[in-house]
């Protein structure tokens, strides 16, 4: 049996791959609590690697297609909707089967795109990845489900504001930048937040579906599962994971508690509106 | 399925696909989109009525009920799903053993969770040893319907509460006026119009529901994600209709017809929510009553 110590030393980063701690995993009846408590751990930095780099792409993005889904142009509009609509009407289980498998059917040694005076060769392998291909379909699918909130927001951005900003003189970018922005996200940062909880719990799904966890190296989850499937056990690894979850969930509260103050720093502090742990389930 | 299918290698293009598409196990993967719309017919009025009995259990006066509710809302929430969805047909299955075992077999002497084992007696086994396949599927259905309402009940829970605190509070106050008890008021006043508060809330865990159905296929059953994975991958030429990797195209199947499902159901509750907000104290029921007036 392996002490705390060990299974620390030994599982904490295994979520690397197999060079970063025990070559294999812990099997059958070798497996000891601590072992589960940091293996399970481990697998968590690829549900913030995922969560954070999706969101982080998503939030631009989303600004865009908002944007464009509320513009009065018919070219930048109905793209726009149809890629809403397209990424919220379908569940992100099957969009990670259908992306993966399509990403599969790419060429193997990349794609030659002649640009006249050179060749540029894409590489398409790392597509294949859960790193880049599932985070792909998780940013495509968050920019969606973001995009949506916005425009609900900048539909419902008073009008008194334009109206300001109309009489100052600013246009364009002067006038998204200063006031339809700030606004826009002001009214939709509580949904946001829970999106971005959505977003985080959906990392768990990314190893479950098509892509392959190379070399054992998961999320928490798909460790949480081994151990269940190893010990047939699942009132360990599943309340464990839970328990991870829901720390990950109050952390992620807690950062966007805080941009939501600095977004509503001007309002006087009773109409300030507060991050609740009442989310509306708008997914 | 048709009579020139005897001998599919010779045939042209649209009668191969002719009888491509309706070899038997084609009919197991259009059945399967049929165990889609039962799952969401069977799971979503349970899921309400737990959501119901959430919801009163966070509003009770009794602080330990109180308690309960709120403990069931905000942990499934903060707990990504398919956790539960794993968790609980697996530990409710090992549960109902677990119970069965003490009843049946009282004198047994052994523990019942050797290492890596969970062994219970023979004829605490649920479903029976020898129980027909078909049991066994609508068992591991049965689960999946339990997991799935207990999360969607939670959800649910949490919009009808926040529905029955939208209703204005002078409804109550002149239900009170008129000597209603609590249970009076919140069964003819409170009840009778929440729901029109709580539609957007419930259409869109309807939405969610539907988008979690897929969720199935991780509990081991052979649901359309099965199929398709088994249908679409390559096929070499030992099998009768040989084919490339055809899952991309089968995926691409079941995202349209799941964009069809959310969005029939989009403007299924845009029709409900416009009956419902007839004769109500809310913006769209005064617009209701001005078109009409």
New interface residues.
Partial sequence: MRTCTESFEGYILRALGRDWGERLLPRGLDITFCDQIFLVASGLMWNVYFAALAIFFGFFLAVAVAVAKFSDRALLRIPASAFVFAFRGSPLFIQFFFFYSAFVLLPRAGIDIPLGFTTITVQTSALTTAQLGGLIVLILNTTAYSAELFYGALRTIPKGDLEAADAYGMTGLTKFRRVVFPSMLRLAWPSYTNEAIFLTHSTTLVFLSAFPARQQAGEAFYYARYFVDQTFNPFVAYPLVAGYFILLTLAIIGVFGIANRYLNRHLPRERRARIRFRPQYLR | MFAFCADPSTLPQWQWFACYLTTPTHFAFYRSFLMVMLLLAITAPIALGMGLLGALAVRARFLPLSLLGKGYV??V???????FF??VP??LG?GIEWVMHHIQCPDWDQPI?Q????IVCREAKVPGVNAPAWVRDIYAFSMAVVAFALVFGA?AA??LH?AMQAVPRAQVETAEAYGMTRAQAFRRVIMPQMWVYALP?LS??W??L??????L??LGLQDA?YW??EL?GQKTSLYTYPHP?W??WY??V??CF??FL??ASERGFARLNARLSHGQATAAGEKLRKAAA
């Fill in positions: 905000n942990v929430r903060g707990v990504p799903d398919i956790v794993m968790f697996i530990a090992q969770r290492g890596s084992d969970f959800f949490n919009t926040g809330g869109n865990i939405q969610i539907i988008k979690a159905t897929p969720l296929f991780l994600v398709a994975r679409g990797d899952r991309v995926f691409l079941l995202l799941y964009l959310t969005w």
